[in-house]
């Protein structure tokens, strides 16, 4: 469309163009308007017209996610309790419609689009915690409870909910349950899926069952287990019991930053190879500390090729023994620097810059692809080496983001979708 310079004239040619593509995907998935408005009467009897999105500008909020697929729902409903989001399920069996669960859409999977329309069920209203248990450490919690919100709520008593995505401070514990989410500690705490003990979920019958319990043993087949991950393919969960961990006597941070991320990578393999087993072993190429840089101001060095952050918690002793460890490890490989983060403000801050860095390489390219792999640590040089390889001959930059202890990679391809 034309870029015509007058405010109100542009906004309604973007408009056009939204409500052009509306028609064209609601086409393509053939919804018959009189049943469409049927569906929308349906879903309005049982949450109320609030909670029900039809109109074409408000559907476009939710046609993405955090990866590169689009594609919009025919309506959005917005449940408050298990039993309506029963009745929903029951509804897009009546009207033979697709349904996808969909948390705060920061999922890189595309695991909360509509491909092929649908409704979609937004479970961010439901959003209490309803009990905290301190004695046998856990939580019961509803889908839409913001990651972070958790450990938040249970700090003052000594305790944290462990798995923390990149999206930590957004992300909701529905989607996190059906992405399997991990994050910089999964190295030593594991994914999500190590740290829900139980759920209700309602199934796509519209029955409302529990699988799993409040401990860490049930009986049975884990069915638990085998939704996790499943991206609401299996069940819908509406709560869900979180383990509970005590906090660390000791946390400390490094910020280890290299010329290159080849003698990163050396220094990655060095600490594993000496089984130390961090609770966090992050690392970022210059691209994306460049980005952090711009974003956040997380205080990395200018001018380094790669930057480790590694953090070891655990009792006092041991704590002082692996950081020193690790340091001379690192010493090895050439370091430009290592700081130890002096305080808890510092080490949060370090932590920013990682945490926001997806969102930050924005401000290097308007899209990027990421592309989601694990390697064995030993391989980290080779791989990255053809990374650049591919780089250069594609022309595309490729900002690389490691959980580096696991060889788990996430280089992300930067690109402008409006050039073909």
């Known amino acids: 469309f034309d870029e015509w310079t007058n405010g109100g004239v542009r906004w309604q040619v973007i408009h056009s163009r939204a409500s052009c593509d509306l028609d064209k995907q ?9 049943n469409l408005k049927s569906l929308v009467r349906r879903l309005t009897e049982i949450v109320g017209e609030r909670h029900v999105v039809s109109a074409d500008e408000d559907l476009l909020v939710y046609e993405y996610d955090g990866s590169v697929d689009k594609s919009l729902p025919v309506v959005v409903v917005l449940p408050g309790t298990p039993e309506e989001v029963s009745e929903i399920v029951l509804a897009g069996n009546e009207f033979r419609m697709p349904i996808i669960a969909r948390g705060a859409g920061t999922g890189l999977s595309g695991g909360s689009i509509a491909e092929q329309g649908g409704i979609v069920i937004a479970l961010t209203r439901m959003n209490r915690i309803l009990e905290v248990n301190e004695k046998d450490r856990y939580a019961i919690v509803e889908p839409g409870v913001v990651n972070l919100d958790i450990s938040n709520q249970v700090a003052s008593r000594g305790l944290y909910y462990a798995p923390d995505p990149g999206s930590q401070r957004v992300c909701t514990i529905g989607g996190n349950i059906a992405e399997n989410s991990g994050g910089p500690h999964c190295l030593a705490y594991g994914v999500t899926t190590n740290h829900v003990l139980g759920m209700e979920v309602v199934l796509a019958n519209g ?37 509970l961990l005590r906090i660390p006597e000791s946390v400390r941070t490094l910020l280890v930053s290299f010329d290159s991320v080849e003698s990163a990578s050396g220094a990655v393999s060095g600490i594993i190879g000496a089984g130390i087993v961090p609770a966090a072993l992050e690392m970022m190429d210059q691209l994306c500390i460049e980005a952090a840089e711009e974003a956040v101001g997380a205080g990395y060095p200018k001018g380094a090729g790669a930057v480790l952050l590694v953090e070891i918690d655990g009792l006092e002793e041991s704590v002082e023994e692996e950081s020193n460890e690790i340091e001379s490890i690192c010493e090895e490989f050439a370091p430009l620097e290592i700081r130890m983060a002096s305080s808890t403000s510092e080490r ?40 650049n390889v591919i780089s250069e001959q594609s022309g595309y930059k490729i900002a690389n983001l490691l959980h ?11 690109f402008d979708e409006r050039k073909p």
């Open 26 to 34: 609601r086409s393509r998935h053939m919804v018959d308007e009189n």
């Open 404 to 414: 580096a202890g696991d060889g788990n990679l996430h280089p992300s391809i930067l």
């Open 207 to 243: 029955e409302i069952v529990w699988f799993g319990g409040t401990s860490r043993e049930s009986s049975g087949l884990d069915l638990r287990g085998i939704t996790i991950g499943s991206e609401g393919t299996l069940a819908i969960a509406t709560k869900i019991c979180v383990r």
């Open 348 to 387: 949060e801050r370090l932590w920013s810059g990682r945490k926001a860095v997806l969102g930050a390489l924005g401000r290097l390219s308007p899209n990027f692809y990421l592309v989601d792999g694990t390697i064995p640590r030993t391989k980290l040089v080779e791989v990255l080496k053809k990374i």
